[in-house]
């Protein structure tokens, strides 16, 4: 299989080393179980996850692991804060090679924003593209009411930007006629400092908003699932945590 090849060479980073961030891959799938009639959203190194609630719990950690794949491979080809577009660009690779596919084209957009910017309307500004906002609403308003000394709060803050330039991701997970559907909008921005004048400086914003959707084939993804899961290993310990 072309998958399998794929997995063997493919490189991954290795998971940040944190005493404090102890959820594994065990525990994770225990979670899943006893919110399984719930919606969930989660943390997963840079990415922002919603699960729908019609999610099986299979579903759920298919999603997980292979988001998490695709993100670490990609922090190994490429500076996530410094080539942004070639991070994306690998990130999607490694996905379409381990069973998603393609519903939409990938879209790169300039956005030129108010000050101060209001980085949830330009993420839901995406999804309303789709036609598919609420759910990725609750789970930013989720995310915003968790304290961020918490697990998921700690890993998206070492994930989502570097303190000038940004890469993450808000992904909504939903089923569409049995089918696990992906709906992904990046930002990718850039900060830089001009002095406006003496003692004056201001900080400016490029932005790229990066709007996707694609699909599991569960059929492909199923025949890999455990090479993904052994190439993995405890990498969900620091990587991934659920927002409460």
């Not at 005493?19 to 989660?42: I, K, P, R, W, Y």
């Not at 997963?44 to 699960?51: A, E």
């Not at 956005?111 to 980085?119: A, C, F, G």
């Not at 993450?168 to 006629?177: D, L």
Request: hydrophobic share 40%; glycine share 4%.
């Amino acid at each position: 299989m072309n998958e399998i090849r794929f997995l063997k060479t493919l490189a991954i980073a290795e998971p940040q080393k944190s005493e404090d961030l102890t959820v594994n891959v065990a525990s994770t799938q225990m979670e899943f179980t006893h919110t399984a009639a719930t919606e969930g959203v989660q943390v997963n190194v840079g990415s922002l996850c919603s699960f729908s609630e019609e999610l099986s719990v299979q579903n759920r950690a298919d999603v997980m692991n292979s988001t998490l794949l695709a993100q670490l491979a990609a922090n190994k080809a490429h500076d996530r804060f410094l080539k942004q577009e070639d991070w994306y660009n690998s990130y999607l690779n490694t996905l379409q090679n381990i069973g998603w596919n393609l519903v939409s084209s990938v879209s790169f957009r300039d956005i030129s924003p108010k000050t101060p910017i209001n980085w949830e309307d330009l993420a839901l500004q995406g999804f309303a593209e789709f036609g598919d906002m609420e759910q990725a609403k609750k789970a930013i308003e989720m995310a915003k009411a968790s304290t961020m000394n918490s697990k998921a709060m700690t890993i998206w803050s070492k994930n989502s930007s570097n303190g000038n330039n940004g890469n993450f991701q808000i992904i909504s997970f939903m089923p569409v006629n049995g089918t696990v559907v992906a709906t992904t909008i990046s930002l990718i921005f850039q900060s830089t400092m001009s002095q406006e004048q003496f003692l004056s400086w201001s900080t400016n914003f490029t932005i790229q908003r990066a709007s996707v959707k694609v699909e599991l084939n569960e059929d492909i993804y199923g025949k890999i699932r455990q090479q993904i899961i052994d190439k993995l290993g405890d990498a969900p310990k620091t990587n991934v945590a659920n927002v409460p």
